[in-house]
């Protein structure tokens, strides 16, 4: 019976283990795949600009609009270019109004270039002509339902109307482009664009067969030359190599499609951007896990291996040879790990869509459809049983049948040694992984708690308010009129998504600056309630786009400029008409997470896009009456708001999401450690039922045997602390160095993961202990 | 020194009770050498480990050195044999995994005996019982009768009243048996009193008396 219940601890834990590592290589698994489905993923590049200006340095995915026909035509090695753009539209379709995200512009040649399973139509000339868009499988169900899509008409907007010319399967989650909509870029503004200096727009190439990147980089050396040159010279009145003898650079790039996932560098990043560190901690964690789910195996079966020493002698005297008998536990342990491996496919259906929630993506865990799933697993099984099972098996097959059956080694179960060698391996992982989880938590939330500059509670912000054209002051004036309502501001762009900037300098123009900058009405600071610390911010009644500025701090600190009110900022060349005037200077805030330092900004007189409102009371309620007043105003447009402090935490979504999967999968890996500890403990109480009770026989109290049980436990606890600490420091003070702000590594964390071990498995083995310290010593001595 | 009155011990399972003693009246007085006899499962065993205050009665008195100790708990217990009684086993019952002296030491350590009188406590108990030379060895480098002399070391180290003793040549050859046997004497005329549980005549002869008991009460009495 005991022996039941140790394995069914055996497999449970090891099914634990596999299901956990099983999660996370699929994940991985998807993150280092991302792209490769498309079939000519190996020639597929992205066009990158490598710029730096007045020691900024710009790495951009966003390049110029001609540069994708320039590179088909004048560069050989190209075999196709393409130009790409999203936007955020209102599609309408019969009297269904749709907020779109995934609205692509791309080129007619995006098929030539890209895979894509046609559903309906076909890639020849699906986009060839203007204002014809490929919907993906998903979004043709949502607007069409069952209906053929082919030729029907959505409109963008109140009047463009494009035609649906064919449907395509939804592009996989391993994808680092995922369009709803493919449509045409023919006739648009952005088509016509030759605009060299004016980066908008994303260019993706096919090299031909045989040819490689550096032909390619190489060639676009003289399209810089040839076309940005003359360009800069236009625009600014300098010459390119005046620009370059003051340390300027500007160079284009090819990008292998495959390494655009996990690249940290070229902004913008996409919203699902891998981070190679992180799965590098996964996928140490998944091992671990595995690793300590093994060695409770190893533990318990060489523990064990006394009771079954006896069979080993027998059967080594009634001839069996050593091999024989190691292919024997070995195939045991096989058996044990298949069987877990089977408990473990069960609990991965079980719980993947949980794990999809966790990552936010949409992995599946086929085994039926791919041939090679199976077999894998099977592998995989077979690999962990022997791995798992060598040490047992080599350990047992070598016992001396003569001294075995003599009851000479009266072995204390395999080598104690080896086994709190392994024991305190565990509990290094596991005190490593308590601090390491802690200490992501505490970052995350210094980051979150930190002092912005400006207040994130309470703000609601609509988004494209813009479409409210004259209407949005008499919307705002509404809006004031409401109990709840405390502020209203109307700017281009909101805390968070600041993404525009432009060059500016004070003194000479070999001192510019690239600034964030962003246009918004008089009541932007007292929206978001931001100190002024000199002059005045803008005022009720002042003409937009008047030339008077504001500044931050930082802002005012890089141009160096003194006393900066009243003093001129220029874009450009230092002319009266490229001149801004300073009105004022507003103290520092956070805009961007805190993985950056704080940036500096440029406020202009004007409007844009968000309208941000500061409430205050019930938020549904407020919620309700903005809703109201908006479709009075709005006339059919759609109510697209978001709560700003969600919006904002989008920017640590990667760490939110990092922390949830450590702690979850360190919770799992000391879960497994205290079944091996309570496992152990068991084994160990048993095999010592004689000595405790000749320990009391002999004036031992019940304290004093729970001591010399658990003794041992807290030594190697101790031993692990001691170890884990040093690693895990260095490790989280490496993981830091990511963030401009952080959290500091402070001792008490180290001191409580060090408690908590010694807690936790002083709970787990003297659940066990306890059993044995207060046992009747008559009993344990009654049998020999 | 010992004085029980309608000591009872019932062992129930769930179907049945058992009596293994029943109403058994027993006096020891200080410097007695006692034998219990009778076939196995008559509660010899029971009696002694009573006696020994390593279980409680279900029933009756036992008054030790004039205490009531029949209802103590464990704890009580424990600080009671602590000291006053030293056990000797058939089976020895030395601990593996310590050698000769550490085995002797132990009830010291649990009297929290000063270092340096534990090792002149132990050291000399080692040479009485002539096993000094093999201090360092562990239980199962050693003879038999050599275990036993070491189990008896143990059980007088701390200089108990009351050493108790069950089945103590029961694993020994009747050489071995012979020299243990003297060896209980010599400490019995030296004071110590001494209940010991036997099978063999041989050994209940070194008594003063000897109790019979068959099925859980006292069936004889007689002095040697």
């Known amino acids: ?784 | 020194m010992i004085k029980t009155e309608k000591l009872t011990k019932v062992f129930s399972t769930e179907e049945v009770e058992t009596y293994a003693l029943h109403n058994v009246d027993i006096h020891v007085e200080k410097g007695e050498f006692v034998a219990i006899m009778g076939p196995s499962g008559c509660g010899k065993s029971t009696l002694l480990n009573i006696i020994g205050l390593l279980d409680n009665p279900t029933e009756g008195l036992y008054a030790f050195n004039g205490t009531e100790v029949s209802k103590l708990k464990e704890k009580n217990r424990t600080d009671f044999r602590k000291g006053n009684i030293g056990f000797i086993f058939q089976s020895f019952n030395l601990i593996d995994e310590l050698n000769v002296y550490d085995n002797v030491e132990l009830p010291l350590l649990y009297l929290k005996m000063k270092a340096s009188d534990r090792a002149k406590n132990v050291n000399d108990v080692l040479a009485r019982m002539k096993i000094g030379h093999r201090a360092k060895h562990f239980p199962q480098q050693l003879s038999g009768g050599q275990q036993q002399r070491v189990a008896i070391a143990r059980a007088v180290v701390a200089n108990p009243s009351l050493i108790l003793a069950d089945e103590p040549t029961g694993n020994l050859d009747s050489k071995n048996g012979i020299e243990v046997m003297n060896l209980l004497s010599e400490l019995n005329q030296e004071g110590s009193t001494i209940i010991m549980v036997t099978h063999s005549d041989r050994d209940a002869g070194y008594a003063h008396r000897v109790i019979n008991l068959l099925d859980g009460q006292v069936i004889m009495e007689k002095m040697n």
């Open chain 1, 1 to 784: 019976m005991r022996n039941k219940v140790y394995s069914l601890i055996n497999i449970v834990g090891l099914a634990i283990g596999i299901t956990a590592c099983i999660l996370i290589m699929l994940y991985v698994q998807s993150e280092l795949s991302y792209d490769k489905f498309h079939e000519k993923a190996d020639r597929i590049y992205r066009v990158n600009l490598f710029g730096v200006l007045n020691g900024d340095v710009i790495n951009s995915s966003v390049t110029c609009p001609p540069l994708a026909k320039t590179m088909q035509n004048e560069i050989p090695e190209v075999e196709e270019a393409l130009r790409l753009t999203f936007i955020e539209p209102v599609i309408r379709h019969n009297n269904d109004v749709f907020n779109e995200k995934k609205w692509c512009y791309t080129d007619a040649n995006f098929f030539k270039i890209f895979s894509a399973t046609f559903i309906k139509g076909n890639q020849e000339n699906a986009l060839s002509q203007p204002n014809t868009v490929v919907l993906t499988e998903s979004t043709a169900k949502r607007y069409f339902g069952e209906d053929n899509p082919i030729g029907q008409l959505i409109r963008m907007g109140e009047t463009r109307e494009y035609e649906v010319t064919g449907v395509i399967k939804d592009y996989p989650e391993n994808s680092h482009i995922k369009p709803d909509f493919l449509a045409s870029m023919k006739g648009l503004d952005v088509d016509k664009n030759m605009n060299w200096i004016q980066n908008m727009i994303h260019t993706y190439i096919l090299i031909k067969e045989g040819y490689t990147k550096q032909d390619v980089d190489a060639k676009l050396e003289g399209l810089v030359e040839k076309y940005v040159g003359p360009a800069v010279k236009q625009a600014m009145g300098i010459t390119f190599e005046k620009l370059k003898s003051q340390g300027m650079k500007y160079k284009w790039y090819a990008q292998p499609l495959v390494k655009i996932h996990f690249d940290r560098e070229v902004k913008p990043m996409t919203e699902s951007s891998g981070n190679k560190s992180y799965m590098i901690i996964f996928l140490i964690i998944a091992v671990f896990i595995l690793a300590i789910a093994c060695i409770n195996y190893m533990n318990m079966s060489t523990a064990r291996s006394a009771k079954r020493a006896k069979e080993v002698a027998v059967k080594k005297s009634f001839g069996s040879s050593r091999n024989l008998l190691i292919a024997q536990f070995l195939s045991e342990s096989v058996l044990v790990t298949l069987l877990a491996m089977v408990l473990a496919m069960v609990f991965i259906n079980l719980l993947l869509p949980e794990f999809n929630n966790l990552i936010d993506k949409q992995l599946v865990f086929n085994y039926l459809n791919n041939v090679k799933t199976i077999p894998l697993m099977l592998a995989f099984g077979i690999a962990i049983g022997i791995i798992a099972g060598s040490y047992p098996a080599f350990f047992l097959a070598s016992y001396n049948p003569v001294k075995v059956l003599k009851g000479i080694s009266k072995s204390e179960g395999g080598n104690a040694k080896l086994r709190s060698g392994l024991v305190i391996f565990q509990l290094i992982v596991s005190i490593g992984l308590f601090s390491g989880s802690f200490f992501i938590s505490k970052q995350l939330s210094f980051l979150q708690h930190k002092e912005l500059g400006f207040n994130k509670e309470n703000l609601l912000i609509i988004n494209k308010a813009n479409y409210l054209g004259n209407q949005l002051s008499s919307f705002k004036k509404e809006l004031l009129t409401q109990p709840g309502i405390l502020k209203v501001t109307n700017s281009s762009s909101i805390p968070g998504r600041f993404n525009s900037s432009n060059s500016y300098f004070h003194h000479s123009v070999d001192d510019t600056r690239g600034i964030n900058t962003f246009w918004s009405d008089y009541d932007f600071i007292n929206t978001y309630q931001i100190e002024l610390t000199e002059g005045r911010f803008f005022e009720e009644g002042n003409q937009f786009n008047d030339k008077s500025v504001v500044l931050n701090e930082t802002a005012i600190k890089q141009l160096n400029i003194e006393d900066p009110i009243g003093k001129q900022i220029y874009s450009g060349t230092k002319t009266e008409d490229n001149s801004l005037t300073i009105i004022g200077v507003i103290k520092d805030f956070h805009s961007q997470s805190l993985h950056e330092k704080m940036s500096p900004f440029v406020l202009i007189n004007g409007g844009g896009e968000y309208l941000s409102i500061r409430v205050t009371g019930d938020i549904q309620q407020n919620l309700e009456v903005i809703k109201q007043t908006w479709d009075k105003f709005a006339k059919g447009q759609v109510f697209d708001y978001v709560f700003f402090d969600e919006d904002f935490g989008r920017l640590y979504k990667a760490e939110v999401r990092t922390r949830k999967i450590v702690s979850i999968f360190s919770a799992l890996a000391i879960l497994i450690a205290c079944l091996g500890l309570l496992s152990l403990a068991a084994f160990i109480a048993e095999q010592r039922t004689k000595e405790i009770g000749i320990r009391k026989v002999n004036g031992a109290t019940i304290g004093e045997i729970l001591f010399a049980l658990n003794n041992k436990f807290m030594k190697w606890v101790a031993i692990a602390f001691i170890i884990a600490t040093p690693i895990t420091y260095y490790i989280m003070n490496n993981w830091l160095e990511n963030f401009a702000y952080k959290t500091t590594l402070s001792w008490w964390v180290f001191a409580l993961a060090g408690v908590a071990a010694l807690f936790i498995s002083l709970v787990t083995v003297t659940l066990i202990s306890w059993k044995a310290a207060t046992r009747n010593p008559v009993e344990s001595l009654r049998y020999e």
